[in-house]
């Protein structure tokens, strides 16, 4: 049987797969992108600008009832982040598409919760177990860092996330309270970053990536020491929240 050394070794030589590929990936789009021809670019900005006026005429309202239900049953949440500043921050301002997308997320977070804990537990449950996830039990006096390392652990989707915390019966009003503060912050730079691309304020948008990378660092550092200080087998590792699910939100 596998050990969680062993585990957390296996995802961590993924996850470095991974980002080679997409590194490769990335370059390779970069070189074909530069070869293309002026006109061929002219044509997709048209393009993307009649595809964001299209999705701008179906209203707000759809755009973030979306954002609430989608992600709750496995849609990721960076398109949504990304697209809400650049489609709507000319329309309704920054400040108020950052107050709905933290709505959003906030009844993101409590269908989810719902789904997994009360509606469709079994199934939830058979779901986790065939991607490889296991269901952590909850340290006595622990649910409020319980479910901050949950939410800081890299490489889960968002949605098993939210999963996890419903199939472990985090109370509810800790699993909101911290599972919101720590979504909406990382969301609130994509938006920025998406509102300050589409308006052509470069300074912002490089601001805002510095903003994700370093928030980034200091996840990981933090985690790290915040599951160094929690007692031996009391907290999750990230192997045991990572399974087979894919990296990204």
């Not at 329309?91 to 989810?112: D, H, K, Q, R």
């Not at 928030?215 to 915040?226: G, I, P, Q």
Request: charged share 15%; aromatic share 10%.
């Amino acid at each position: 049987m596998e050990s969680t050394d062993q585990a957390a070794q296996r995802h961590r030589r993924r996850r470095l797969a991974v980002l080679v590929l997409c590194g490769l990936g990335a370059l390779a789009a970069g070189v074909t992108a530069l070869l293309l021809p002026a006109e061929t670019w002219d044509r997709a900005r048209e393009g993307v600008a009649v595809g964001m006026e299209w999705l701008r005429g179906l209203g707000a309202g759809w755009f973030f009832m979306a954002f609430a239900i989608l992600p709750a049953i496995g849609a990721p949440v960076s398109p949504f982040a990304f697209g809400a500043g650049s489609l709507f921050g000319p329309v309704l301002g920054l400040p108020m598409v950052l107050l709905l997308s933290g709505l959003a997320m906030a009844a993101s977070m409590t269908i989810s919760y719902g789904l997994a804990r009360y509606i469709l537990r079994p199934w939830v449950e058979r779901l986790l177990g065939y991607l490889g996830y296991k269901v952590p039990e909850v340290p006595r006096g622990k649910a409020a860092l319980f479910v901050f390392l949950v939410r800081m652990t890299p490489g889960a989707p968002y949605v098993f996330q939210s999963f996890l915390l419903g199939l472990a019966e985090v109370p509810f009003r800790i699993y909101l309270a911290v599972s919101w503060v720590v979504a909406t912050a990382n969301i609130s730079l994509m938006i920025v970053f998406g509102d300050a691309l589409m308006q052509g304020r470069g300074k912002v948008a490089v601001a805002a990536v510095v903003g994700v990378v370093l928030v980034v660092v200091a996840v990981r550092f933090a985690r790290k020491r915040l599951a160094a200080r929690a007692e031996v087998g009391a907290l999750p590792p990230e192997a045991a929240l990572e399974g087979r699910g894919g990296d990204g939100v």
